[in-house]
Structure formats: C-alpha cells, structure tokens
C-alpha cells in the first residue's frame, strides 16, 4: 500500500521557518505530481504548493508564493516544504498528497480531488 509520512511540524514565532518532509512508501516520486495542501481550524482544506518531479515544475497558492519552496528528493524518496516568513495565517495542519499517474506538469494542480494519497498530517503552529 501507498504511505506518505510527514514530519517537521511544530510550533514557531512569526517570521520563523519550518522545513515539512514527506517520505512516501509504497509509491516512487519520479515522474508524479505531488502536493502539499493545509487545514486552518474551521476552514476547507486548500493546495499550498505543488511539484512535477519529472522536470521539477512548481505552482504555489498566492498566499505563500516567495515564502513556501516545495522541492523533491527522488534518492530519497521525499518531498519537502521550506516555510519561510511564517506568519499566524499559516497556522494549520499541513498534509501531503500524491496523485495516480499519469500527471505532467501541464496536468498539474492544486485541487484536493486530484489526489488519490494522503498522510496524516502535521500541525503548525505560528505565534505572533
């Protein structure tokens, strides 16, 4: 079965960092379309960062672009978020979530029923 694993959550200040990390099992990165998305308290959960690993093509929300790099380790097998300039509205639990192939960087998106895979998430915290 396919797994996703995140770690790296944790409470930090505004204008702190956090680097998330997603190992996957069960499921090879390379050449698939994989995302991070996050659910504030009492809001629908929405996409945050997207990776095509085959060329490395990226698409951020608005809300993170030049703050958030999303980025792939095909060795590994993980894909990681850096979060920098964190700020309170950043505070939810982030999850990651890979697609069933085929997906290109065309195809690529961020909307939740596009993802077949799910971890369970890690909580963020961020204090003003």
């Known amino acids: 079965p396919v797994q996703l694993v995140e770690s790296g959550g944790g409470s930090v200040q505004g204008g702190g960092s956090l680097r998330l990390s997603c190992a996957a099992s069960g499921y090879a990165i390379n050449y698939k379309c994989m995302a991070w998305f996050r659910q504030a308290p009492g809001k629908e959960r929405e996409g945050v960062a997207g990776i095509y690993t085959g060329s490395g093509h990226t698409s951020y929300a608005d809300s993170v672009k030049g703050r958030f790099t999303i980025s792939q380790d095909n060795a590994a097998n993980t894909v990681s978020l850096q979060m920098n300039s964190l700020k309170p509205e950043d505070t939810a639990v982030y999850y990651c979530?890979?697609?069933?192939?085929?997906?290109?960087?065309?195809?690529?998106?961020?909307?939740?029923?596009?993802?077949?895979?799910w971890g369970q998430g890690t909580p963020v915290t961020v204090s003003s």
């Open positions: 979530a890979a697609r069933i192939p085929p997906c290109t960087e065309v195809t690529l998106t961020l909307l939740e029923d596009d993802f077949a895979y």
